[in-house]
């Protein structure tokens, strides 16, 4: 079989760089033209490297649940991986050594665990929006990156680290945000001190678990017979995935509502007649399909991560082409959800589309807002939970509206699909207070 064709508009020594890594390019525009031209299998270039870009359920499936033992994680990211989060860190992983780190993950996120988290989330999102003023421009990134950053500080370390947190969120902020990861990446000594303070900071958390041992994920993977530094690889990979991601869910579903009156209607009618006065506990989550399907939608126009990589250890034939050892390939989310043979009217909002007699998704891979197959998201039921909790409490407790002269686009830089303008937005308090379920 043939290699699959390369795309255009490459430029010298550069190649397709600029397209690759979003830098002042419109990366979506560009993959989605080489959809149309070429179909859901072609190739591009960077300066040192051949990606073929495999696109729709069938490529979806084939990486995400076939990809032993052709396709690898480290093989893609390799040395600027292991720089930014740890040669050990799970997602760098393959095989035996990523499964001895996922399992003992995989028991903090019990389901009991998960929901009975969820009094301190509603706590954590009134704490949040205490200072939240009328008529003041509230900048939504900024609160739920905030929001989501306590949550998974709560959930996954405990609120043991209480007085560590302003030291340890500094630190991230410093190494996650996307020129941190850049220069992290390209191993500038810089940012070794980050790194070093957080060594410092996670060190007495270890400490503390080894003395005594608790029901969180740092005293799991101790007992799973991780050293200090594995450990903390791990701690800043569910970090990454359950405060980064949450928060452009978050804060996009939200704008997509505001921007879609008639569907917001029903959510808030949905509430209404579920919730009432009563608590945001677990059984109403459950009762929430008009909601869940706005995040579904949400997910499926902007995935919280738009491109993904894996190296390829042994060629393979996709699609009518043949893939050989040596390339990288990219799957990429926001675009294979884009797919009009797959989404009808595919740029529209139309979370219907998750309700029967619909449910387009249902074919295999179609969605992948949160992976597939052994690398399926382990945080994935705790983020829909705090998704549906954060968002209700928000709506029960505010009437927001989009602050005016707003362009809600998406920035090009890095995978992630963050709003390149932010999103602000004017608040005005309901009167209503949402109790906890515990003292409900």
């Not at 008639?262 to 006065?277: C, G, K, M, S």
């Not at 390339?327 to 926001?334: E, T």
């Not at 549906?388 to 602050?403: D, I, M, N, P, Q």
């Amino acid at each position: 079989m043939p290699l699959p064709p390369l795309m255009g508009r490459g430029l010298p020594l550069l190649g397709h760089f600029p397209y690759i890594h979003g830098l002042g390019v419109d990366s979506f525009a560009f993959f989605m033209e080489g959809y149309r031209q070429h179909g859901r299998v072609f190739a591009v270039r960077d300066m040192k490297d051949t990606f073929a870009v495999l696109l729709g359920p069938e490529a979806n499936r084939f990486v995400l649940e076939r990809e032993t033992p052709h396709l690898s994680w480290g093989a893609a990211y390799g040395d600027e991986g292991s720089r930014v989060m740890g040669p050990t860190a799970m997602p760098l992983l393959d095989g035996e050594e990523q499964r001895r780190r996922r399992a003992p993950m995989m028991s903090a996120f019990r389901h009991q665990n998960i929901v009975a988290f969820g009094d301190a989330m509603v706590e954590l999102a009134r704490a949040q929006t205490a200072g939240w003023k009328e008529g003041q421009p509230v900048d939504l990134i900024g609160a739920m990156s905030e929001l989501t950053f306590r949550v998974a500080c709560g959930f996954l370390l405990g609120v043991e680290i209480g007085e560590d947190y302003p030291r340890f969120r500094e630190l991230y902020k410093k190494m996650f945000t996307p020129v941190g990861l850049a220069l992290q990446a390209a191993g500038l000594p810089y940012m070794q001190r980050y790194r070093d303070g957080l060594r410092r900071l996670s060190a007495r958390w270890i400490a503390d678990r080894r003395a005594h041992p608790r029901d969180d994920i740092i005293s799991r993977l101790l007992e799973a017979g991780l050293d200090d530094e594995d450990v903390i690889s791990q701690v800043l990979v569910l970090m990454f995935a359950g405060h980064d991601t949450t928060k452009l869910s978050l804060t996009w579903t939200l704008a997509l509502l505001l921007r879609h009156p008639e569907y917001l209607a029903r959510v808030l009618a949905e509430q209404d007649e579920v919730l009432a006065e009563g608590p945001i506990d677990a059984e109403a989550t459950r009762k929430l399909p008009v909601l869940e399907r706005a995040l579904r939608e949400t997910h499926r126009l902007y995935p919280p991560v738009s491109l993904l990589r894996r190296g390829v250890l042994e060629g393979f034939e996709l699609g009518g082409y043949t893939i050989p050892r040596g390339w990288k390939v990219m799957y990429l989310p926001r675009v294979s959800h884009q797919l009009p043979d797959v989404f009808k009217e595919p740029e529209r909002f139309d979370p219907d589309r998750f309700a029967a007699p619909r449910e387009e998704h249902k074919q295999p891979y179609a969605m992948v807002e949160f992976g597939g197959g052994y690398r399926t998201c382990i945080g994935k039921e705790l983020a829909m939970f705090e998704a549906k909790v954060v968002l209700s409490y928000l709506l029960r407790t505010f009437h927001f509206e989009l602050a005016p002269g707003q362009r809600l686009e998406v920035a090009n830089a890095g995978a992630m699909t963050s709003p390149r303008y932010g999103v602000k937005v004017l608040v005005k308090r309901t009167g209503r207070r949402v109790p906890l379920a515990q003292a409900a």
